[in-house]
């Protein structure tokens, strides 16, 4: 299987490469369009601030390539948000996959949301290939994208928002599974077997 990591200067490539080497992966770091096509499996992660993301990402004219994916691509924290049709990161245009808006937390709760939370498992419309069951995830972020009809798993910060979402080929998370221990570990297992 051909795992490929979109590489795009934004952020912890090295220790997503990392958590899946452990689970016997040898994925790939590129921005190649080709080779990305090739991949089986694509990861698409990202730390940092949204609007410097999109920049680089239509740059690098990924911005087109990604939406047009038709293989698993699980999108992890700014990965997920990304993958919405907008931020309010910057006032931020996304890749639109999500048909959900990114909001920033109320101005009274402390952010970042940093730590570990525990997640409940839904079924979207598009059902879930993820099977939570109050696990515990390791969380870091400002923004976050409202339950919505894409949403697989909550989680809650004083309001409830959305852990993961999916939608066809498209699978995403908040929270960074590669610093989540065992149950980070079985997320990124279940994703390689789909």
Same mark, same amino acid.
Request: charged share 20%; proline share 4%.
């Given at each position: 299987?051909?795992?490929?990591?979109?590489?795009?200067?934004?952020g912890n490539t090295q220790s997503v490469k990392f958590a899946f080497q452990r689970l016997g992966?040898?994925?790939? !770091? +590129?921005? &190649? =369009?080709?080779?990305? !096509? +090739?991949? &089986? =499996?694509?990861i698409f992660l990202g730390v940092g601030h949204a609007k410097a993301a999109m920049e680089v990402l239509k740059e690098k004219k990924l911005d087109v390539l990604i939406p047009q994916l038709k293989q698993?691509?699980?999108?992890?924290c700014l990965g997920m948000q990304l993958l919405c049709k907008h931020s309010e990161e910057g006032d931020t245009e996304c890749?639109?996959?999500?048909d959900a808006d990114v909001k920033l937390f109320e101005p009274k709760l402390k952010v970042p949301h940093i730590g570990w939370n525990d997640t409940m498992g839904l079924h979207s419309k598009n059902g879930s290939v993820w099977n939570f069951n109050k696990d515990y995830f390791y969380f870091v972020h400002s923004y976050y994208v409202p339950v919505n009809d894409f949403?697989?798993?909550?989680?809650?910060?004083?309001?409830?928002?959305?852990?993961?979402?999916?939608?066809?080929?498209?699978?995403?998370?908040?929270?960074?599974?590669?610093?989540s221990?065992?149950?980070?570990?079985?997320?990124?297992?279940?994703?390689l077997s789909i």
């Amino acid at each position: 299987m051909k795992l490929v990591i979109i590489d795009y200067g934004a952020g912890n490539t090295q220790s997503v490469k990392f958590a899946f080497q452990r689970l016997g992966m040898a994925p790939v !770091l +590129s921005s &190649d =369009k080709d080779e990305i !096509l +090739s991949a &089986d =499996k694509i990861i698409f992660l990202g730390v940092g601030h949204a609007k410097a993301a999109m920049e680089v990402l239509k740059e690098k004219k990924l911005d087109v390539l990604i939406p047009q994916l038709k293989q698993p691509v699980l999108g992890i924290c700014l990965g997920m948000q990304l993958l919405c049709k907008h931020s309010e990161e910057g006032d931020t245009e996304c890749l639109n996959v999500f048909d959900a808006d990114v909001k920033l937390f109320e101005p009274k709760l402390k952010v970042p949301h940093i730590g570990w939370n525990d997640t409940m498992g839904l079924h979207s419309k598009n059902g879930s290939v993820w099977n939570f069951n109050k696990d515990y995830f390791y969380f870091v972020h400002s923004y976050y994208v409202p339950v919505n009809d894409f949403t697989s798993a909550i989680c809650n910060y004083v309001t409830d928002f959305s852990a993961a979402i999916q939608k066809n080929n498209f699978y995403a998370v908040q929270f960074h599974p590669e610093k989540s221990g065992a149950a980070g570990e079985q997320l990124l297992k279940q994703f390689l077997s789909i």
